[in-house]
């Protein structure tokens, strides 16, 4: 009858312990999901009223534009983009700071203006010039730089004085192709 006992009392103690391991799983499974509960309500706290109505007013802000005018031929060119998380709930005059070198022209719901003037012509156009006495076909970088395409051995002094005229003041084209035909027309 001894050995009966003792092994009920194995399975008890046994039993015991497998008891103990579950409810001490459970425990930690239970505490670890009101860990995550916290953290999670941590992030979720609402804005603050002031960021909030911030928020909601630069829902309306749809678009950030910039608009850089060129000197030397007068065309503007504009970028649109969509207005930043960071700039949202900014002042005129914080915008300024930021975009140095920029002024805010529109500021209102719908978008947001600012602009510049650059020395130059916009990237990628064409000019038909004089270097060292013969013509030649540049190109524009944007930032008031010009760099050779082709040097040509078309003599200034073969054009006529109308032609000339025309070359010592630049011809300034958007197309290259529409560059290379007047190219074409100066060599005839």
Excluded at 82 to 101: D, M, Q
């Amino acid at each position: 009858m001894k050995k009966i006992i003792s092994y009920k009392m194995v399975a008890i103690y046994i039993f015991a312990i497998f008891l103990g391991a579950m409810t001490g799983y459970f425990i930690s499974v239970k505490q670890n999901e009101k860990e995550r509960e916290a953290k999670s309500a941590k992030y979720e706290k609402p804005f603050p009223i002031q960021q909030e109505a911030l928020a909601k007013r630069a829902d309306f802000y749809k678009k950030l534009i910039f608009e850089t005018r060129y000197l030397e031929n007068g065309e503007v060119v504009r970028e649109e983009q969509k207005l930043t998380p960071s700039l949202y709930g900014k002042s005129k005059e914080e915008l300024e700071k930021i975009y140095s070198g920029w002024r805010v022209i529109k500021f209102d719901d719908e978008e947001i203006v600012l602009c510049r003037e650059k020395e130059g012509l916009p990237p990628d156009y064409y000019i038909i010039s004089v270097l060292d006495g013969y013509v030649v076909l540049l190109k524009s970088d944007g930032n008031g730089h010009k760099e050779v395409v082709e040097k040509t051995d078309i003599s200034i002094e073969s054009l006529t004085p109308f032609d000339r005229e025309r070359v010592m003041e630049n011809i300034v084209t958007k197309d290259k192709d529409e560059a290379y035909q007047i190219l074409a027309n100066l060599s005839s």
